[in-house]
């Protein structure tokens, strides 16, 4: 693993428990950061905390405007401050065609993944701008370059969050504040074990390597992108498919 520094940056992580989210905090902490996981899940909060080495965790709903504000205060007290926030908190929802899509799980996930991120960014943003510098990645996924049959909710959802962070991107391109999105194909997490054999069998098939993601692979892309060394990319969305995707 090589050494990033993120010595003494306050990184927020959303979605911490999950294993895309336990793994850039595992990253985190061995580049030196102090690391706030957010999850919904308390039980599993505690567990992750404890055995990636991260300085806090809080049950928070990313979907709640008011639960997100409440923490990201308790962070800045706490910790003096926020340097870095991390998008990874997300769901699959329901799997099926657009006619007769759960319309409740639609609302779902788009609350999740995408009303989601823009609720974190929008709390978390003072923060960053009080500090004078910051970075922000966002996990999207190829799913919402390329969208998947049966999987419009999720695909649209991801779509969606590349577009926010093409705006906020530029939004902020005259601050010292980066932001960035990760757009993996299928990563082995919780979300890819939960796919039927057909279902897995349909993305991976899609992959030139032949095999998924590791999410200490995905971690280590979305370490140096919350760097300084990350200085002069922002408002873009980078691959990370074993060749799926190719621009």
């Known amino acids: 693993m090589n050494q990033l520094d993120l010595n003494q940056r306050v990184a927020v992580i959303t979605g911490g428990t999950g294993g895309i989210g336990k793994a850039i905090a595992t990253r985190f902490v061995a580049s030196g950061a102090k690391v706030i996981l957010w999850d919904r899940q308390p039980d599993a ?9 991260s300085a806090a965790g809080d049950v928070v709903d990313v979907t709640d405007q008011a639960s997100l504000a409440r923490a990201a205060a308790g962070v800045a007290e706490q910790f003096g401050g ?16 657009v006619e007769s899509y759960p319309v409740e799980s639609w ?18 943003l003072p923060y960053l701008r009080r500090a004078r510098h910051g970075r922000i990645v966002n996990l999207s996924s190829v799913g919402g370059k390329e969208g998947n049959p049966n999987q419009g909710a999720y695909g649209a959802s991801k779509a969606g969050v590349i577009a926010l962070t093409k705006s906020l991107g530029k939004e902020l391109a005259d601050t010292d504040i980066r932001v960035n999105a990760v757009a993996p194909a299928a990563i082995e997490s919780e979300m890819l074990a939960k796919m039927t054999e057909e279902q897995r069998a349909f993305v991976l098939a899609k992959i030139p390597m032949g095999r998924a993601g590791r999410p200490d692979e995905v971690a280590a892309m979305v ?25």
């Open 82 to 97: 926020i340097d870095i926030l991390i998008n990874a908190a997300g769901i699959n929802g329901a799997i099926g065609p």
């Open 45 to 53: 909060l505690s567990a992750v905390v404890a055995e990636t080495g």
């Open 223 to 247: 370490a140096w992108l919350a760097t300084e060394e990350c200085s002069f990319t922002t408002g873009a969305t980078l691959d990370l498919t074993g060749g799926r995707a190719t621009y």
């Open 107 to 124: 609302h779902q996930v788009m609350a999740v993944n995408l009303t989601g991120v823009f609720l974190s960014c929008r709390e978390v």
